[in-house]
């Protein structure tokens, strides 16, 4: 189980992220963050979207990982 420290530098990365995401009629959701790895929802615009790996990957892994740089993986569940 991930500690308080760590799941708050994750919220704070989202929130950087998530005006970004509403932009583009997009939003992401913080499920879990267990054994250094984030599990999130893309939602809206962003669940469909045919870049939504890319965008996982360069700006929500990359910016979390800023936050938290022990934190190994984002994953995307559908």
Do not use: H, W
Not at 53 to 60: A, E, P, R
Request: net charge negative; aromatic share 2%; glycine share 6%.
């Amino acid at each position: 189980m991930a500690t308080k420290e760590t799941v708050n530098n994750v919220e704070k990365a989202l929130e950087e992220i998530r005006p970004f995401l509403l932009s583009d009629g997009g939003n992401i959701k913080l499920l879990s963050v267990e054994n250094n790895i984030v599990k999130v929802q893309l939602e809206g615009a962003c669940s469909g979207c045919s870049v939504n790996q890319m965008t996982l990957k360069n700006g929500v892994e990359a910016t979390i990982k800023k936050y938290a740089p022990e934190i190994e993986e984002v994953i995307n569940v559908a």
